[in-house]
């Protein structure tokens, strides 16, 4: 078997997937927004924020280059949970794409803005904080924005998934593990 690569957008499942196929299938896990932190000391979204898409773009490329030369060395295969803006980063993927498959976790729209919703925060003024960058970068005045915003993100990247990817799995509503198994079962066709 080959690495997987996981990649789709905010709360699809990413991680948590990734963290239980490694498990399932004893190989190492890596997630390259921790990678990205670690090895710049700042998260993804301060990245993002401080410096721009540019910005972020080479530190993705950078920590995704760093990983393909680990794996390559370690001669073993891994599980990789990819940053939600992967698709849009081509040197990115193409650094990555040598390892193993990409695999689109493809959530239902509906869930992931109730799960980016939650997480905002509404001041006693309504000012929105805590938005993913992309959403903020369109400045929501009303959570209804946030998902007007969601929703042309979402269409946007899901093309840019669709294109990018060996194999899609839709992530239904069941147990995590359940999940997993369709994942498996979507990379050994019968």
């Known amino acids: ?3 997987i690569i996981l990649m789709g957008i905010k709360h699809c499942g990413k991680s948590t997937q990734g963290k239980l196929l ?10 390259t927004d921790s990678l990205i932190s670690g090895r710049t000391g ?3 979204r301060q990245i993002y924020l401080e410096g721009g898409e540019d910005a972020f773009k ?7 280059t760093a990983l393909a030369e680990q794996i390559r060395a370690s001669g073993t295969d891994a599980v990789i949970a990819t940053g939600g803006g992967i698709c849009a980063n081509p040197a990115a993927l193409a650094a990555l794409r040598p390892l193993g498959s990409f695999v689109f976790l493809q959530a239902d729209e509906q869930i992931a803005a109730n799960r980016i919703v939650r997480e905002v925060s ?5 000012t ?3 938005l993913p960058a992309y959403i903020a970068a369109g400045h929501p005045q009303s959570l209804s924005d946030v998902r007007r915003e969601f929703h042309r993100f979402y269409l946007e ?3 840019l998934y669709a294109a990018a990817a060996d194999v899609t799995v839709q992530m239904l509503r069941l147990p995590k593990q359940e999940n997993a198994r369709r994942i498996m079962q979507a990379l050994r066709p019968e």
């Open 157 to 159: 990247r899901t093309s």
């Open 42 to 44: 700042r998260t993804p």
């Open 1 to 3: 078997m080959k690495s």
């Open 122 to 126: 509404v001041a006693a003024d309504g």
């Open 22 to 31: 490694g498990e399932m299938l004893e190989l190492p896990f890596f997630d």
């Open 58 to 64: 080479a530190a993705e490329l950078d920590a995704c």
């Open 128 to 130: 929105l904080s805590n």
